[in-house]
């Protein structure tokens, strides 16, 4: 579990699949701690699972970390899907115009 001020970050590994939990402020000072995760998250072939459901804000930097992990996706990582958006995360999906590129899913693994 990886933790900054206003942050956090825990991930488990349950049969086949990596679950990233963040809850807080997604933001500039989180970027570094949230994007090593991710990450280390997609080194395995396993799906990766971010679950934002606790996420209370987030602006573009923390927009920017999601969709970097989506492209090392498509550079052959292992695939990630997000899970319950926060309306917080919602809003920046929705106004930025990027909520159809990240595949969401109803249900985590496990």
Do not use: C, K, W
């Not at 990886?2 to 990233?20: D, H, K, L, Q, Y």
């Not at 396993?46 to 969709?67: C, E, I, K, Q, W």
């Not at 970097?68 to 929705?94: F, K, N, Q």
Request: charged residues 25%; glycine residues 10%.
């Amino acid at each position: 579990m990886s933790e900054v001020e206003n942050i956090s970050v825990e991930v488990s590994r349950p049969g086949g699949a990596t679950v990233v939990i963040i809850t807080g402020v997604l933001d500039a000072l989180a970027l570094p701690s949230v994007s090593r995760e991710l990450a280390d998250a997609q080194g395995s072939s396993d799906p990766v699972y971010v679950d934002l459901a606790g996420v209370t804000f987030m602006d573009s930097r923390g927009l920017g970390a999601l969709l970097a992990a989506r492209e090392r996706s498509r550079d052959g990582a292992a695939p990630v899907y997000i899970h319950r958006p926060s309306d917080a995360v919602r809003r920046i999906l929705d106004v930025s115009g990027v909520r159809s590129v990240l595949d969401e899913v109803d249900e985590l693994p496990g």
